[in-house]
């Protein structure tokens, strides 16, 4: 295992020296000019795939969905009973646990990237699984956590911060949920050779660029909600 | 329906052979073989071409504009005299409620995406957009939101907390029809449409631009697209959040907006006006856009001042981001906090200027031909300046405490939003039908559609400011005669001449409609240049084919059509131009060359099935669980599909052509 992950480092190292080179075929063939007698000239007027644009812009407009929801919860994390508030809630042990496996997700979600564009299918098949297990693994101490929340007095309609908190973190779970239908379906299409071979790379990037800003989302929300005492 | 290349042989290996897989895509997407005709109903509904969708965007956004329209005459007729008894308290609620959300999210927004769809692949030399399958969900998941939104008026009755629907007011207890939920989930779906067309156009605008064609070369109306696209791609995310909030709140009891709870009835002000402020922009940069284009063309000169056009839209952009808050002046926001705003406010009707100033100035000197589209061009610059005037007059804050929520606000916004962005989206509509459709509007009926619009909206609008500043509230749904002051300032007879010159109004739009829909028809065929035209999206046929351009064109100037047919034979900085060459035969040239292989994106089920799964869902919401299951379940089957399904058709798609030759690039019908 080490020699993959070696392997892996130095294969990541490449991928990055090489990016400018790295591009890929767009989707559609529209006002394409890879056709014609240069052949090899860039296919779209940035350079960057039409995909992996659509993607950071799609991320973008994340980040404001994200920033509305953390607004809404910060103006609301104070307005909540005296004895079910975030002080008798909170157990930062476990969710510091869980939030570790969120983060390691992303390392295993940058090694399948990395196979994928190795040609390695197996690794690649592998990494993902690895990936989508570890983000079910997340999202079942967010259900535990749910679970445990309510059951100490925490519904949804407790007070201003219980919906706060819960809509908040509910939409974060979804995306997480999504991510790991993404990763599974991608790998599902992979293994039944339903990707192109040379569309592969970007696809599992693709996944993992949607995977890894869920992290970092997760990266805020736990430092402004569990960390930062109210 | 597409143009697609038939290879004469079978060599297309593929590309990666390493594994010795043969790649098996193709072959199975689902149930379905894939749509493939070219003409009838289903060309239509299956379309990805962006010039099907941007058609079907104008003929439903026109649709809703006269929706709309009857509203807002029944306002009008309602309010014409005191205590008034066309509606009741309560419909009257609905119908402001209706007119503004129809006008602004059906009407507008749509419209606006009709000429951006149409329009920005052709002004910069791109045979479609970026995604065209997401080009097609976009259309239909607006004309399913725009379905569902009304579907309200049947069941139960619409929303009626106004535009925007300030919470707590929109809550259960105020409002517990379920026009709320019904306008929070239409918004929702049409804010998905909104947000995927944003991404797409902007990938579009910046990726698939032909070569030569800088960021600055660009036409203009691409330009302020640009721009509008990523002002929805922030905007919208932004009122997705309060929608769903509002939705938890009235569906599942969240307590957001339980004031006894202790919640901030600010939180949905500052949520809404985040999203709503750069709103207006979204709504009016297309328009200023078009203008853009119109003005240069019936002035015989190039735009005065491109670049500060570009960064006057961009920096409109960027401090349409700042000045939310003073839609907000009268909620007590502090001193502090109404001082920047104001400030603020001020400061970005500097940009807005810059461009009044450039556009006087590109037909300062020029050889003005007053067409029906350069008419409504500058009925834009004259009402949009009075609207902006007025606009000033709430930025100081004082001055708006004491206008907040009277007539002259709604004087205001109909000066800016009707006398900018209608009257633009018009002015498109007249330069750019030949274009689209190969003939010509009609001259005369558009200019009296022109006058009486103008005189319309002016004795509809103008009369507003006077009864809005003698206190008359918006929505109040009567006035009453004992208030309603003497002589010159009497309610009673302004809110009469306010009545008449929506009837004006209407008759104007009524004779674009006859225009477009039955004199249309008896016009002639347009010939290709009809206005002497400057920008790359009239070096093809009108109506462009299928592929737009025969041959992907290289771009070497702004204004590039302009510069094909006049060659400049002044010296140093003198420039004197002559023809040298006309459209039509630029056109036959690029026919002699044009390109032997063009592959064009093939029609797909799978954008209309998602379209509808998704209101499926929301009646879900609304009424019972197990319609969401069967939406969920739709939608689910809809994207697997989409993604297994190549975005090209196969050649085994197609019957093989009846003339059996194997190179021909025309596709029989199937």
Redesign the interface.
Known sequence: MSDVVKETVSDAVDIVKDHADDVHE????????G??EHGAAHP???G?S?VK??MW??L??????F???I??YM??RN?HSEDVGPDQLWDIPFTSASSFVLLMSSLTMVLAVSAVNR?D?RNTKLWMIVTALLGGLFLAGQIYEFTTFYREGLG?????F???FY?LTGFHGVHVAVGIIMLL?TMA?IAK??????KQPETVEMVGLYWHFVDVVWIIIFTLVYLIPA | MAIIERPATETLA???T??G?????TSSYGYLKRPVESTGWRSWVFTVDHKKIGIMYGVVAMFFFVVGGLEAVLIRLQLAQPDGTVLSADKYNQMFTMHATTMVFLFVMPMAAAFANYMI?LQI????????RMNALSLWLFVGGGIFLNSSWFLGGAADGGWFMYAPNSDVPFSPTNGVDFWALGLQITGIAS?VG???L??TV??????G?SLMKMPIFSWMALVTQFLL??????I???L??LM?QRS?????F?VE????PL?WQH?FW?FGHPEVYIIVLPSFGILSEVLPVFSKKPLFGYPFVVFSGAAIGFVGWGVWAHHMFASGLGPVSVAVFSVATMAIAVPTGVKIINWTLTMWGGKLRFTTAMLFGIGLVVQFTIGGLSGVTHSVAPSDTQQTDTYYIVAHFHYVLFGGAVLGLFAGLYYWWPKVFGKCLNETWGKWNFWLMIIGMNLTFGPQHIIGLQGQPRRMYVWTEARAGEGFFNLGFWNLVSTIGTFILAVGVLLFLINALVIHRRQPAAPLDPWDARSLEWLTTSPPKP?NFDR?PTVHALDEVFHRKYEDIGEGDDHEYVKRATLEELVEEEERNA?A?I???APSYWPLILAIAIPVMAYGIIYTTWLIAIGAAIAILAL?GW??EP??AEDSDFDPPASGDETSKELVNV
Do not use: W
């Open positions: 767009h989707d559609v063939h529209a006002g394409d000019e056709h014609d779209t007027s940035l960057l039409n644009l659509a812009l799609f973008g407009s994340e980040c404001l969905l920033g509305g929801l607004s809404t103006l609301y307005r040609k299918q949804y309609t407790e007070s201003l219980a919906s706060a809509t379906a299409m050779n339903k990707i192109a071979m040379s | 593929p590309a990666e390493d594994t897989d043969v790649v098996t895509a692949p030399g791109a045979r479609d957009v970026a995604f065209p947000l944003a991404v797409n902007i990938v910046l990726n698939m631009r032909a070569p064609m791609l922030f905007a919208m995310p932004v997705t959040v309060a769903f909030l938890f599942f009891d969240a307590t957001f339980t709870e202790g919640a901030d939180l949520l985040i592929h992907t390109d292989h592959h064009l994106p697997f993604a297994l975005a090209d």
